[in-house]
């Protein structure tokens, strides 16, 4: 049986403090697009503060709920055997973006051109700045 020796275990949460959070969120499994954006908004407010500067609780939120978003993400937005610049185009047809959007991922508008037309790949550090920007899971780029 394999053991865990090289993960630090998460720091101890204060049950009150948790439970303050949990009454301003009150995070249930995701059944709609209403629920689904709120629980984004909170997640990037909390992404706003950055992740080193979690208190435990606001760690345990946070977890909670990308795990719920995804959870709902992968049933409402099945992402097929698509071709990784397809999900990218697919994604930023959804979102309204344009190539200059993604500029700061990529370095430059003529490489989002080259990626979206096959020309060239994503690379891993560019599949997890784009999963993080639309909130969906890296390997969908890769």
């Known amino acids: ?7 630090a275990a998460p720091p101890p949460i204060d049950l009150k403090r948790y439970g303050k959070l949990l009454v301003r969120f009150t995070p249930r499994i995701i059944e709609t697009e209403k629920e689904n954006d709120a ?9 706003a ?3 080193d500067n979690f ?21 409402a937005y099945p992402i097929a055997d698509a071709p990784p610049r397809e999900v990218l185009r697919d994604l ?18 003529s490489k989002i ?11 891993v550090a560019q599949a997890k700045l784009l999963g993080n920007r639309f909130h969906v899971s890296p390997v969908a780029f890769i």
């Open 92 to 109: 930023m047809e959804h979102n309204d973006l344009k190539a200059i959007d993604l500029a700061e991922i990529f370095g430059s508008r």
């Open 55 to 75: 208190s435990p609780e606001e760690s345990a939120l946070f977890a909670l709920l990308v795990s719920l978003v995804e959870k709902f993400e992968e049933t």
């Open 113 to 123: 051109s080259e990626v979206l037309s096959g020309k060239r790949s994503i690379s």
């Open 1 to 7: 049986m394999a053991t865990r020796t090289n993960m």
């Open 39 to 47: 629980a984004l908004a909170v997640i990037e407010r909390l992404m």
């Open 49 to 51: 503060k950055g992740e």
